[in-house]
């Protein structure tokens, strides 16, 4: 069997299993097995596949017809055009956080800064952060093990390891050091809501990244609270929030001597990331 007709097997199965993605997912395991581009994999769509090759293919088939995640599979999402090593102890990075990493770039324009990542997961916030501006340094902290050690993979696989520090520390027992900038991407979505996700986030997505609690600010408001002692005067605290939580949390922001300086919107006009200074 060759390559196109292997994609074009594996569409079928994931498509019968209503995976609306089949044929692009197909493609996807395939190069990720076979260590191609997808764009070299159907260039050059009449290779001959090893009874090997297509033995994993089935296996990763049925993994995704399930609905795990690709990213899962795969083991690893591209975010900010960088491919970031991932697992089931952290969240997938989504295009709604890179609209906080580039408003923020747009704020510090390569100066030097101490980052604080709050909730680090993958480390794919930090990191990104950290290949643009390259004087500065940061660290993150997560109360996921697993997950910490992901993302000290990942600042190895960037060479940013020199200039990032990665704990596995809750946000409360953290109270070292004063930061010109915290960034966070806390838990969001409300309990109740939690049942109303897809199948392969609510299946597969580590839940304590996702739970934040009754109304779902839970976290966000612990991370504006502690910001409040861990930045310097002026400085720059960046979170994203979910849809319809900007005027709670606008609220709880200025109670605390914050003062917003930007928003940015999704597609959709739902303010996804509040930026705010320190008073």
Not at 128 to 133: C, G, P, R, W
Not at 196 to 210: Q, T, V, W, Y
């Amino acid at each position: 069997m060759n390559t196109e007709n292997l994609i074009r097997h594996g569409s079928k199965i994931l498509k019968r299993n209503d995976i609306k993605t089949f044929l692009l997912d197909s493609e996807l395991i395939l190069s990720k097995i076979m260590k191609v581009s997808r764009e070299n994999l159907l260039i050059n769509n009449n290779l001959t596949v090893s009874s090997k090759i297509k033995k994993q293919f089935n296996k990763a088939l049925k993994r995704r017809a399930k609905k795990e995640p690709i990213a899962y599979i795969n083991k690893s999402k591209e975010f900010w055009s960088i491919k970031f090593l991932v697992s089931k102890n952290t969240l997938i990075p989504r295009p709604e956080t890179e609209l906080l990493v580039d408003e923020v770039l747009k704020l510090f324009n390569n100066k030097a800064i101490n980052i604080l990542d709050v909730g680090s997961g993958s480390g794919c916030i930090l990191l990104s952060l950290l290949t643009e501006l390259r004087n500065s340094r940061g660290i993150g902290i997560d109360i996921s093990g697993k997950a910490v050690q992901v993302a000290k993979k990942n600042s190895k696989r960037l060479n940013l390891f020199k200039r990032s520090k990665f704990y596995n520390l809750s946000l409360e027992s953290f109270n070292s050091g004063k930061f010109d900038l915290i960034v966070s991407n806390p838990p969001y979505i409300s309990f109740k809501d939690l049942k109303n996700l897809s199948e392969d986030i609510r299946h597969f997505e580590p839940s304590n990244a996702l739970n934040g609690g009754i109304d779902g600010l839970d976290l966000t408001k612990k991370v504006i609270y502690k910001s409040k002692k861990l930045l310097k005067t002026n400085g720059i605290l960046a979170i994203e929030i979910g849809n319809n939580q900007y005027i709670k949390v606008s609220k709880t922001l200025r109670k605390c001597g914050f003062r917003e300086i930007g928003k940015v919107c999704d597609i959709s006009r739902n303010v996804r990331c509040i930026i705010n200074t320190k008073l």
